[in-house]
T-cell receptor, first 110, second 112 residues
Framework: NAGVMQNPRHLVRRRGQEARLRCSPMKGHSHVYWYRQLPEEGLKFMVY????????ESGMPKERFSAEFPKEGPSILRIQQVVRGDSAAYFCASSQDEQFFGPGTRLTVL | SQELEQSPQSLIVQEGKNLTINCTSS?????LYWYKQKYGEGLIFLMM?????EEKSHEKITAKLDEKKQQSSLHITASQPSHAGIYLC????????????FGQGTILTVHP
């Protein structure tokens, strides 16, 4: 049973570009979560999704950030018009009961 | 103040020694996760505790949940260099069951 998959593992973007981060949950898991780990800060919750529904987006910045988990395919975290402050490790987790994390995508904004 | 406090922030031990990491919440705990993270990598699931007084063990790692004290502890027996890393506790403190709030982490170094 493959674990939570994330791609790309590393992503470099210039200011103003868009970043798309993908997450494939573990087989049989219908709950997906996105977290962000900023340098010198802890891991912070961003959004919780089930298939085609956003359940809790209380940790998402109000602008430029969006997330989806379509009926088919991976969950996507999209960051529009990236700024240097968006540079961080973005982790996806999935659960049916226990929550398992992916390896993360490290976003660097130049 | 932090919603979830871990102590100590860092720990250096000699191989073979026992150690304990604590995680204290300022809110009611509905569940508590322990993870291990190597620098630059993802989080490895260790244990999930849900009930007050619950205790789980895996190999040389034991975790307990004291619901009344809103606290959990992680104990490693006879530490090895392979135990080195960052230990994170993540708590479920609200009605959104999957939303985890994390502590700042405890950096563990084990000297051979």
């Amino acid at each position: 049973n493959a674990g939570v998959m994330q791609n790309p593992r590393h992503l470099v973007r210039r200011r103003g570009q868009e970043a798309r981060l993908r997450c494939s949950p573990m087989k049989g898991h219908s709950h997906v979560y996105w977290y962000r780990q900023l340098p010198e800060e802890g891991l912070k919750f961003m959004v919780y999704l089930q298939k085609e529904n956003i359940i809790d987006e209380s940790g998402m910045p109000k602008e430029r950030f969006s997330a989806e988990f379509p009926k088919e395919g991976p969950s996507i975290l999209r960051i529009q018009q990236v700024v240097r402050g968006d540079s961080a490790a973005y982790f996806c987790a999935s659960s049916q009961d226990e929550q398992f994390f992916g390896p993360g995508t490290r976003l660097t904004v130049l | 103040s932090q919603e979830l406090e871990q102590s100590p922030q860092s720990l250096i031990v000699q191989e073979g020694k026992n150690l304990t990491i604590n995680c204290t919440s300022s809110k009611t705990l509905y569940g508590l996760y322990w993870y291990k993270q190597k620098y630059g990598e993802g989080l490895i699931f260790l244990m999930m505790l849900q009930k007050g007084g619950e205790e789980k063990s895996h190999e040389k790692i034991t975790a307990k949940l004291d619901e009344k004290k809103q606290q959990s502890s992680l104990h490693i027996t006879a530490s090895q260099p392979s135990h080195a890393g960052i230990y994170l506790c993540g708590a479920v403190t609200g009605t959104s069951y999957g939303k985890l709030t994390f502590g700042q982490g405890t950096i563990l170094t084990v000297h051979p």
